[in-house]
């Protein structure tokens, strides 16, 4: 350890112990009261009243009770100002000795920033002109026993900034922005499906049979059933069964888990928004996909133009759209001649050292080579259409060609945000395929799906025509926010236990 952290830690410890000496003291009392009831939040005050003169204020007594943890504070003798904050923001409080009583003044010097406070009194503007509370009753009723990070530089340990969120709330202005602008966006994608007429549903998080993505599961066993069970690594089977149904339009805002790495893009807990909709195409789901991130960025960032790590995306524009085969070749002009030639598609693996097992076909080495010398290139915003049926086992294939299917998924900034399709509603061919993807997991792919029985019922009774699509959460935050990591945008990301 370092001299200088060492005596960081010394200096941090001294006070701590200072301020359970002060917790001490209070246990004489009631140390932590639960009888203070507010009525009012900063930021509803400072949007009410902060733009009214002080003259407004003469003659008129609005009283309000506040409380919130305090930020900044400032003894002045007879008279003190105290800034406290609550999750709408912050306001100033003033504080008389001879108001408060000479008692609660006192008490009140030797009180510690991050403390949490309650303050009743009226409004006033003081002669900077800053909206106030001229306090008349304070009460302390919450000790800190841990200090604020240092004023003026934060919190600026990225790594203690993901670990104690909780305390990175309290001194970010910065990370409560993101995570309201969160909000906002998922409120009104909900919204706006309510508006179309989508139901929003629950499907189980835990699974008998994991399904609905090429991913490989976390596992956990419930012991009163003597069975495994899965977490979801997607709700798609199960809200298909719901258009079988009949239920023709539906959503879920869900949590989903993939047992895969952690890096700027993943996370194994993360959030997506998945949408069905019967009597619907791929194309169908474009447009829709198109309106509901235009829209979002228009409704709460007043803007169709984001401004993401000093690159503009435009919004505004019809979204390009471009085929898997473009693209690879495109970037890989050795395969212009027949992007599907499995020898061809080898070779050009191998010149760029990428792996693959002998028996993966055309289809799958097309995907590698895409993720590995396309996506990248993909600033976007892109729609990427007709991905080979090997590796999109859920996805109706086009009509005049077998080797494709109507599928899309969506990139900006080289990154998926969105992945969608006609649905496969040929419960012979799908019974096909889940052979073919329990074959593979049998060969060693942990990714691959398991051969779904009850899903295959289901389509024997008949799934209407339909499209779904899956909007990932995280990614489309980021944008919205411009955060260059998935964890900034989740409240507590998976981390590394501490040291």
């Known amino acids: 350890m370092s001299e200088s952290i060492e005596k960081t830690s010394q200096g941090e410890n001294k006070l701590i112990t200072e301020r359970r000496e002060k917790l001490d003291r209070?246990?004489?009392?009631?140390?932590?009261?639960?009888d203070f009831c507010r009525d009012s939040l900063a930021g509803e005050l400072l949007s009410a009243y902060g733009e009214r003169k002080a003259s407004a204020f003469d003659g008129e007594s609005i009283s309000v009770r506040v409380a919130g943890r305090m930020m900044a504070k400032r003894v002045m003798g007879k008279a003190s100002f105290v800034k406290i904050q609550d999750s709408s923001g912050q306001i100033q409080l003033y504080v008389e000795r001879d108001r408060v009583s000479a008692e609660t003044y006192q008490a009140f010097k030797?009180?510690?920033v991050g403390d949490i406070l309650g303050a009743e009194g009226e409004l006033f503007k003081t002669k900077t002109g800053e909206l106030s509370v001229r306090t008349g009753n304070l009460r302390l009723l919450v000790k800190s026993l841990r200090p604020m990070p240092e004023k003026w530089h934060g919190l600026v340990d990225q790594e203690l900034k993901l670990r104690q969120r909780y305390l990175d709330l309290i001194v970010s202005e910065e990370t409560r922005h993101v995570f309201q602008i969160r909000r906002e966006i998922i409120r009104f994608l909900r919204s706006s499906l309510d508006s179309l007429g989508f139901a929003e549903v629950e499907t189980p998080m835990m699974h008998p049979i994991p399904g609905g993505a090429l991913a490989k599961p976390f596992t956990t066993h419930h012991n009163a059933l003597d069975m495994p069970l899965y977490l979801r690594v997607a709700p798609e089977l199960y809200l298909k069964r719901l258009l079988v149904g009949g239920l023709d339009r539906v959503y879920e805002i869900n949590r989903s888990f993939r047992n895969e790495g952690i890096s700027t893009q993943h996370n194994p807990e993360f959030t997506m928004l998945e949408i069905y909709q019967a009597y619907a195409n791929y194309r169908d789901l474009i447009g829709l996909t198109q309106t509901l991130i235009r829209e979002s960025a228009r409704a709460v960032l007043g803007t169709d133009q984001l401004n993401y790590q000093d690159q503009i995306i435009d919004l505004k524009s019809d979204f390009e759209v471009m085929t898997?085969?473009?693209?690879?070749?495109?970037?890989?002009?050795?395969?212009?001649?027949?992007?599907?030639?499995?020898?061809?598609?080898?070779?050009?693996?191998?010149?760029?050292a990428i792996k693959y097992k002998d028996d993966d076909g055309a289809g799958k080495l097309q995907i590698e080579l895409f993720e590995a010398t396309v996506e990248r290139h993909l600033a976007g915003p892109v729609f990427v259409t007709e991905y080979p049926a090997e590796v999109s086992p859920l996805a109706r294939c086009k009509d005049d060609d077998a080797f494709l299917t109507d599928r899309f998924e969506l990139f900006i900034f080289g990154r998926e945000?969105?992945?969608?399709?006609?649905e496969l509603n040929d419960p012979e061919d799908q019974a096909r395929r889940f052979q073919e993807q329990a074959q593979?997991?049998?060969?060693g792919?942990?990714?691959?799906?398991?051969?779904?029985?009850?899903?295959?019922?289901?389509?024997?009774?008949?799934?209407?025509?339909?499209?779904g699509l899956g909007i990932g959460i995280d990614r489309l935050i980021m944008l919205m926010t411009d955060s260059p990591s998935i964890r900034d945008v989740l409240l507590f990301p998976h981390l590394k236990p501490e040291s």
């Open 417 to 422: 945000i969105a992945n969608g399709f006609s």
């Open 110 to 112: 030797s009180w510690d």
């Open 440 to 443: 593979a997991k049998a060969k």
């Open 26 to 34: 209070l246990r004489d009392g009631n140390a932590f009261p639960n």
């Open 324 to 352: 898997i085969e473009k693209g690879l070749v495109q970037h890989n002009p050795d395969l212009a001649g027949n992007p599907r030639d499995l020898e061809q598609l080898r070779l050009v693996c191998d010149k760029r």
């Open 445 to 467: 792919d942990d990714e691959a799906m398991y051969f779904d029985n009850d899903y295959i019922r289901a389509l024997e009774y008949g799934m209407p025509p339909a499209a």
